[in-house]
């Protein structure tokens, strides 16, 4: 094992970065690195000095997938009493917004992880795609079902079955990700995205996200009715009174997240 932590942080403002730092592999993703990745959200996401959580890779990788390595010899049993997919569900709740800086490859879990980010700046040149195929499997944290959402069935079945990558440009035509940038500015366009979100009222935020994310699971009419109630429910924060206050007072709102 390498001495260097797996994962590194920082804070800029409310903006907590979290770098994926496995280099030599790729950013491939251990059971250690997402146990551990999925504690630091939890703490970032109960910390109120935070608001937006932005994961990154490095310039050559986002992560080219789960550690090939740790896996070649498990068995069915040793994979699911592993139980690798309880740190994902960790992930899944967290609350709040989480940007996603995307460079290089994003594979199989990597683009699995990327798809559990909320807005996804992405470079140009990234390398976008499922290809477990090629290893003798399929994709198994979300992939073939949050993909098939995101960019429809004849795309999914295409990237699934054949293992093949999108560019950058590509995934953002079908709306895979949420901004495409010159490959130079990968890493400061994705934490300007994030330092403008942190401005934003944070319970607002988290009732936002929470919408949009039920878009993907409930019917429209429920879809219609949870997004009224969360709706309603803000007008009983500060910040709805200092954010409409303040647009009629033509003056900046100052929010404080109650
Ligand atoms: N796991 C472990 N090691 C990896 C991985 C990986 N996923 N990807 C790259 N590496 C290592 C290579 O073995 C190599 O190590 P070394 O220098 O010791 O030989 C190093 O990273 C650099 O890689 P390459 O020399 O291969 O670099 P290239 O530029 O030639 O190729 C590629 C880059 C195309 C990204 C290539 O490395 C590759 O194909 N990687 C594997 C991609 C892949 O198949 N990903 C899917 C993995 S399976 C998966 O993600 C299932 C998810 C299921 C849910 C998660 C819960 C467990």
Redesign the pocket.
Known sequence: MSDQPHLLTETHGAVAVIRINRP???N??N?EL?TDLAGMMEQFDADDSINVILLAGTER?WA??????D?ATASVNDMASRD??AQ?ERIKRIKKPIVAAVSG?A????C?LMMHCDVIVCSETA?IGQ??I??G?M???G?TQRLTRAVGKALAMDVVLSGRFLSGQEAMSHGLVSRVVPPEHWFDEALKVATAIAAKPPIALRSAKEAVLKAQELPLSQGLEYERKLFYMLFDTEDQKEGMSAFVEKRKPTFKGR
């Open positions: 030599k592999v790729l491939a993703l059971l997402m990788a080219a997938g789960a550690d090939i390595g896996m690798q997919f994902w490859f594979l199989g879990g990597g699995e390398r290809p477990e090629n290893i499997v994709p198994g944290a992939g």
